[in-house]
């Protein structure tokens, strides 16, 4: 799906149905919004982000779209599109990762695993 066909069809399900007001809660011009959805520009990455936050779409899936649409056809197939099970994961519990959470839960109460991860964060001048 193209980027313009994303952003207009999440906004028809918000309920918008012109770009003024749609473009005040987005917090973009209406004329940024009008030639993105109409005349398929791609804006700037911090731009899209702000879109998918507040139309709650995937920031990686629009942003992964917007690139896909500007590079040539030769290259488009050497992006990889993030599979549905991952985009629906989460924040991690823990800066580790899923396997060794899953290990450590089997032999770590909870307090154990929290006191584990803050020594991750701590750098090595602090362990002395």
């Known amino acids: 799906m ?4 994303m952003i207009r069809t999440a906004l028809e399900a918000k309920g918008f149905s012109n770009l003024k007001d ?8 209406p004329e940024l919004l009008r030639v993105i959805i109409n005349k398929g ?3 700037k990455d911090s731009t899209l982000m702000m879109i998918a936050k507040k139309l709650k779409l995937e920031m990686s899936t629009l942003v992964l779209a917007a690139h ?3 590079v040539p056809d030769e290259v488009k197939g050497f992006f990889l599109t993030p599979s549905k099970a991952k ?3 989460g924040k991690r519990k823990y800066p580790l990762s899923e396997e060794q959470t899953e290990y450590l839960e089997k032999i770590l109460n909870i307090d154990e695993i ?3 991860r803050k020594f991750r964060q701590v750098t090595d001048e602090g362990r002395i």
């Open 2 to 5: 193209k980027l313009s066909e």
């Open 22 to 29: 749609a473009s005040k809660v987005l917090g973009i011009s």
């Open 41 to 43: 520009h791609i804006p």
């Open 68 to 70: 896909q649409e500007k």
């Open 87 to 89: 985009l629906n994961r």
């Open 114 to 116: 929290m006191m584990l």
